[in-house]
C-alpha cells in the first residue's frame, strides 16, 4: 500500500465527519524550496478541547517534524519493520479512514500528512484510543513532504483520497494533482508500486485521468476508472451520495520498473 493524501488536499468524505464539498530524478533531488501554489488554505477552524489535548500530547510522540532530509524509516518504525510496505496517506481529514486502514493492515507502515490542527489532533487521539503502533503524522504542506522527506523508490503506495476538487476555474492551478507533483510522488514509488486517487467530483475525475494517464513512470491498471478496492473504505457521505445517485471515481496506477 502507500500514499494517503486530504486537504493537503482532501474532502471531508475522506473523513466522514464533514461536507464532502467543501523536474527531478530518482538520485538528485532539487531541495532548493521552489515555489508551488498551495492546495489548501489554512482557516481558522474552531479546535476542541480534545483534540488541542491529543494535538499537545500525540505529536511529540507520533508526530514527525518536518525536515529537508529524508526520512531515516528505521528511525521512524524501528530496525524491526525495515521491511514492512510504506504507504502515504496525504490529507487524513478528521483521520477516521486512516485509522480504520491502518488498523485493518498492520503489515503495513503509514504516513499521514494533514496541515489542519482539528484533523491532526483527531487522528492522533485516533492512533491512542486504537493502540495504532504502524502509523506516524506529519503536519506540513504534502508537495514539500514528498520533495524533501521521502527518498525515491521509498514507498509501496501514495493514497490521494478526495483532494479538494477547487471547482472554479480559476482555482484549478490549486489542484493537488498536478503533473509536476504526480511525477514527485511517481519517482518516491517502488516499482511495482502504486498511487490511487479518488474523488466525488466528475470534472476532477477526468483530469485526474488525464495527468495520471500522461506520466511516463505510471501505468493504469484499469481501462479507465477502477472499482473501488477493499482496503479503502467507504465512508458514512460517500454511501449517502451513492444512494443519491451521486458518482465516485477510483484511479490506480502503478510505477513501471
Known amino acids: 500500500m502507500g500514499l494517503t ?15 464532502p464539498h467543501a523536474a527531478q530524478t530518482d538520485d538528485a533531488r532539487d531541495t532548493s524550496a521552489r515555489p508551488h501554489i498551495r492546495s489548501f488554505v489554512l482557516r481558522q477552524g474552531r479546535v476542541s478541547a480534545a483534540q488541542r489535548r491529543f494535538h499537545e500530547e500525540g505529536m511529540p510522540r507520533w508526530g514527525i517534524p ?34 480504520l486502514i491502518a488498523a485493518n ?3 503495513n507502515d503509514y504516513i499521514g500528512i494533514e496541515v489542519h490542527t482539528p484533523g491532526v489532533g483527531s487522528l492522533l487521539k485516533e492512533i491512542e484510543t486504537r493502540g495504532l503502533t504502524n502509523l506516524r503524522v506529519i503536519q506540513h504542506d504534502a508537495v514539500e513532504i514528498a520533495r524533501d522527506m521521502i527518498a525515491p523508490q521509498s ?13 472554479k476555474k ?26 490511487h486517487c479518488a474523488t466525488d467530483w466528475q470534472e476532477y475525475a477526468e483530469q485526474m485521468l488525464a495527468v495520471l494517464s500522461a ?12 472499482p473501488r478496492p477493499d482496503y479503502r473504505p467507504q465512508t458514512k457521505f460517500e454511501t449517502r451520495g451513492l444512494r443519491l445517485g451521486h458518482g465516485v471515481w477510483d484511479m490506480i496506477f502503478k510505477r513501471l520498473a
Not at 526520512?71 to 485509522?99: D, H, Q
Open 5 to 19: 493524501i486530504n486537504d493537503a488536499g482532501m474532502t471531508a468524505a475522506d473523513s466522514g465527519d464533514a461536507d
Open 215 to 226: 506520466e511516463p513512470l505510471l501505468e493504469n491498471t484499469a481501462a479507465d476508472y477502477a
Open 155 to 167: 514507498l509501496a503506495g501514495i493514497h490521494v483520497f478526495f483532494p479538494d476538487p477547487w471547482p
Open 105 to 107: 493492515h498492520p503489515q
Open 66 to 99: 518536518y525536515q529537508t532530509t529524508p526520512l531515516a524509516w528505521a528511525a521512524v518504525f524501528g530496525a524491526a519493520r525495515a521491511s514492512a510496505p510504506r504507504i502515504l496517506e496525504i490529507g487524513c481529514g478528521m483521520g477516521e479512514t486512516t485509522a
Open 170 to 195: 480559476r482555482q484549478h492551478k490549486r489542484r493537488l494533482i498536478q503533473p509536476a507533483f504526480v511525477h514527485e510522488l511517481a519517482q518516491r514509488l517502488v516499482p511495482g508500486g502504486y498511487i
